[in-house]
């Protein structure tokens, strides 16, 4: 499996447990939970420091203590990709392309990457320079992202056929790598597949971490995965595989992990 970051497993952890609970966590305890995943005391609070520093997370101090907590920035950053994540992309499609184009100089080179990530993040792939397509109507979001980012007369958006050379597939592998997210998805499910009979012999400490491994490794596929509809993949797909296993596992995982994060934080 691959190493857990700090940031990530911190993301995930909160997501996953303590905005269910009390919204906020003594450092001890984040730091005897973050051993399991051969996190060390001093990584955990270096990316504490820096998540506070960035906004996302906010410290509240009692005596010695310090207790973390999501801000509402963190909060609603946490909210999109829980929805991405646990609810996955539609997949129906009315044969029409969105296609974005923008002018913005490279003086503003800084605006110019957020807003192409923020396409990426919508599942916009790139056709060429400066031209970005997507088989959704993201109408509203890209109006959204445009006045949000000032750029209201940089950024035109079509919605239309593709005509010429009219091969709907052949375009969607031209835009994104999407042998390589397979491969992603069939390596996942190799990964998992052995804790998909019964989990009855696992403990709630093994059932919390292989549950938060999980997560860190199924966490990346909704922000590469552009979520396209069934006409535009590719044979095999495993996606729809690694995406069920993930739901299951998930759930079926959740009462010991819970278990096991309730002992802990209590015992602060």
Not at 49 to 54: G, M, N
């Amino acid at each position: 499996m691959p190493a857990v970051k700090p940031r990530a497993w911190l993301f995930d952890l909160f997501g996953d447990y303590v905005e269910y609970r009390s919204r906020e966590l003594w450092t001890g305890s984040l730091i005897v939970l973050a051993a399991d995943f051969d996190i060390s005391e001093r990584a955990i609070r270096s990316a504490l420091l820096r998540l506070q520093r960035d906004g996302w997370f906010a410290v509240r101090r009692v005596g010695a203590r310090s207790y973390y907590g999501l801000t509402d920035a963190g909060r609603e950053l946490i909210d999109r990709g829980r929805e991405r994540i646990m609810h996955g992309p539609k997949h129906d499609w009315d044969g029409r392309w969105a296609l974005v184009t923008y002018t913005i100089p490279e003086s503003r080179r800084e605006l110019r990457d957020r807003f192409r990530t923020e396409l990426g993040w919508l599942g916009f792939g790139g056709l060429g320079s400066g031209l970005f397509v997507s088989p959704r109507d993201h109408r509203r979001e890209i109006g959204e992202l445009a006045e949000r980012y000032g750029l209201a007369e940089n950024v035109t958006l079509f919605r239309g056929e593709h005509v010429l050379p009219g091969d709907d597939r052949a375009l969607a592998a031209h835009c994104w790598d999407l042998a390589a997210l397979n491969e992603g998805y069939a390596s996942f499910v190799r990964t998992f597949d052995a804790y998909c009979g019964d989990i009855r012999g696992l403990s709630d400490k093994e059932c919390f971490v292989v549950r938060c491994r999980l997560l860190n490794s199924y966490r990346r596929f909704p922000f590469r995965d552009p979520g396209l509809p069934l006409e535009l993949l590719p044979e095999g797909w495993e996606g729809f595989r690694a995406a069920t296993l993930f739901a299951d596992l998930h759930d079926r995982l959740a009462a010991a992990a819970n278990r096991h994060f309730d002992r802990v934080a209590s015992a602060a």
